[in-house]
């Protein structure tokens, strides 16, 4: 049975790319059935007459998944945030990086549109940029209009699978126009009045750059925290992690307990409160969740 690799979906086809070709096929019924529908990025088996009419047949197990964006068995996620345009968000990233880490898939924080910024606005970016990397998160500052702020990126792309992944509008095409000018993927300028996106890309494309993979993604607008579990949480900000041991109780939430590590970083500064923040709002956020049944 020939094998490939899921490179699109588009249309209700998925492209396989499979010996240096690329076949268009439909997914079988059978996934429908099982609930498992293909993703790109899937390893699969398919049959095909011809380069326009494959079926696939079964979906290889995963390494890991993204809901949103879809996509299947990533080495790496690039959370792509602008600097402007729309306005850089700390809650947005946090939320993001506890659906990353909880999927044990490697993060790394992209800022883009640097070049749109002032001198006192650049500085507060720095600022942030600081604070993640203090966390342990690996963060590069880019503008798609100067070329050589993208070379720390292309070494991080190198022989990976990676994918970009952020709001509408923030420059995931545009940084791999700039990676890759023949690719010409279309881009649209943010909508002046909402300040937000237009949702120009519509469908997930693993391309070529760099000697590994990189998915173009279109663009979300919120993220729920709908898997995730209230004593899971700790565990997905590293900089608790890294202190929960100097807590007197095990399992601490770093909420009301006494003596807690966590706590007392954040009042003395170590921990920047914005994050903390963060962290009590998801824990609401999870709590308040209606219970499935
Ligand atoms: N000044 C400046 N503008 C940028 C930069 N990167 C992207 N843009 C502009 O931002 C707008 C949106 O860029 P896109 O690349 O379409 O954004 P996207 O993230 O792919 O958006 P979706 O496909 O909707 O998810 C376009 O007008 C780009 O020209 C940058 O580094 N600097
Ligand atoms: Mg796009
Ligand atoms: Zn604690």
Redesign the pocket.
Known sequence: MPEGKIVKALSGFYYVSTNGRIIQCRGRGVFRKRKVSPLVGDFVEFQAENDLEGYILAIEERKNELVRPPIANVDQAIL?FSAA?PEFSTALLDRFLVLIESKQIEPLICI?????LNEEEEAAIDCYAADYRSFGYEVIL????NLATLAELRVHLEGKTSVFA??????????LNALKPELSLK????SDSLGR?????RHVELINVENGLVA?T??FSSLELTEIEAEDLPQYFPEMVERSHNCKFRGCLHINEPKCAVKAAVENGEIPSYRYEHYLQFMDEIKERKPRY
Do not use: F, N
């Open positions: 792509v345009r883009t549109k640097m070049d749109l880019t503008s798609s209009e952020g709001q509408s509008g923030v420059g995931k095409s545009s940084l881009t649209d300028d943010i996106g237009k949702h120009t890309t173009d279109p663009g």
